[in-house]
């Protein structure tokens, strides 16, 4: 009996698999499945498909001689973000440059240029700034609490622990 099952299972699997011919090409942008299939070895089976359009990957036009423009500069005094940035491409050589304000206060330039021939090149200088630039930090002036006796009794003296003597790395 269980032969049986299984071997009407796998006839109603083969019987109801989905079989769909070639899509037929309509145009450069879409094309469409036909709508209803019907099969040679079980003619009084039908499926009824969806229609499956698509969109074809049109290539983007090719551009032999590249070319571009562009620049920003970004001066806000709430955060201290100060940075800038101007590109040009002509064809396969890019120029540019871009700076930024470090968190130690310095001014980071880096000029670089691209091409075919010579590959990436960058140039950083830094340099220091006549004003620092920080985030505004507000103060706050509270008085000291005055306590009749210490919250926590004195610890005794530890012993001074020498300090590691001091590395150079040199490259």
């Given at each position: 009996m269980?032969q049986?099952l ?6 109603m699997?083969?019987?109801s ?8 090409y ?13 099969y ?33 500069d970004?001066h ?13 491409r002509?064809?396969?050589?890019v ?9 130690d206060?310095?001014?980071r ?17 830094r ?16 008085p ?23 590395y150079?790395?040199?490259?």
């Amino acid at each position: 009996m269980v032969q049986k099952l299984i071997i009407f299972s796998a006839l109603m699997a083969v019987a109801s698999a989905v079989v769909l011919p070639a899509p037929a090409y309509h145009g450069p942008f879409t094309y469409a499945a036909p709508a209803v299939a019907k099969y040679a070895a079980y003619p009084a089976v039908a499926k009824v498909a969806a229609p499956v359009v698509a969109k074809v990957a049109v290539p983007e036009p090719y551009d032999p001689n590249p070319q571009y423009s562009f620049s920003y500069d970004i001066h806000d005094g709430s955060t201290g973000d100060v940075k800038s940035q101007h590109e040009t491409r002509n064809g396969d050589v890019v120029e540019g440059a871009y700076s930024l304000i470090e968190p130690d206060g310095t001014r980071r330039i880096v000029q670089y240029t691209a091409d075919p021939v010579h590959g990436f090149n960058a140039v950083v200088q830094r340099e220091p700034l006549a004003v620092k630039v920080a985030a505004p930090v507000a103060k706050v002036v509270a008085p000291a609490p005055v306590l009749a006796k210490p919250v926590f009794p004195a610890y005794p003296a530890v012993a001074k622990v020498p300090a590691f003597p001091a590395y150079a790395y040199h490259h």
